[in-house]
């Protein structure tokens, strides 16, 4: 099935330090969410963004939705250590019940 | 409260054997998904049940059969285990509507198959 391009794919960080991921899609989508997975969990809902242009923050989490409808971003501001784990964006279709899913930003954060 | 439970956490078998994994949801959503957590961490859907009729079937070994006795659960089946299916099956759950915010899904915490 289809992927998203998610990138970088990992990254090794320094507390304090911002971050910043992306989504990329050959497709538009209408819904990008973002998702963080803790070590032995499952992904927990961080950002929904429904409307191509749409800037959501949650803390210190920021996520834009593109304004061509293929590309979505996630900024973290002042990484903590709790910021580890792995990242991914999801994008559904109009009309559609699933997600397409990113393969994930696998952040580390140096104390 | 947990939202997406499933049962068991850990499953250790061996190979040719046949498992279960159970999935309840307690938000009162319409629609439940399976998805299979490769090694590299990669996400990928298996089945997807709208009000217990199946609308999601990716390209899955017939070995794997999803159950939905009612809107609340929805089981994975798993016929004649092999060493491939070693992985993270995660269920998950959404409003499924066509409404905003009706889409986004809540995952369980993750059941992890080792078949040996």
């Known amino acids: 099935g289809q992927q998203l391009n998610q990138s970088p794919q990992s990254m090794f960080i320094q507390e304090g330090e911002d971050v910043s991921m992306n989504c990329t899609s050959s497709s538009i989508f209408n819904t990008w969410l973002w998702y963080k997975q803790d070590p032995g969990e499952g992904p927990v809902l961080l950002i929904a963004l429904y409307k191509a242009g749409e800037l959501t923050s949650n803390g210190r989490l920021t996520a834009q939705f593109g304004i061509t409808r293929k590309d979505s971003f996630l900024n973290i501001s002042a990484s903590i250590p709790s910021d580890v784990g792995i990242y991914f964006c999801a994008g559904r279709k109009a009309g559609s019940y699933q997600l397409t899913f990113g393969k994930g930003t696998k952040l580390s954060v140096i104390p | 409260d947990t939202a997406v439970s499933q049962t068991p956490k850990y499953l250790v078998t061996q190979m040719g054997n046949d498992k279960s994994i159970k999935c309840e949801q307690n938000l009162g959503h319409d629609t439940m998904y399976w998805y299979k957590q490769d090694s590299k961490k990669f996400l990928k859907i298996m089945f997807s049940?709208?009000?217990?009729?199946?609308?999601i079937n990716e390209t899955v070994p017939n070995r794997f059969s999803p159950k939905s006795p009612d809107k609340a659960h929805l089981n994975l089946h798993i016929n004649s285990l092999e060493l491939g299916d070693s992985a993270v099956y995660f269920c998950?759950?959404?409003?499924?509507?066509?409404?905003?915010?009706?889409?986004?899904?809540?995952f369980g915490p993750g059941t992890r198959l080792l078949v040996l």
């Open positions: 049940y709208n009000n217990k009729e199946l609308i």
């Open positions: 998950a759950s959404s409003q499924g509507g066509g409404g905003q915010g009706e889409e986004t899904q809540y």
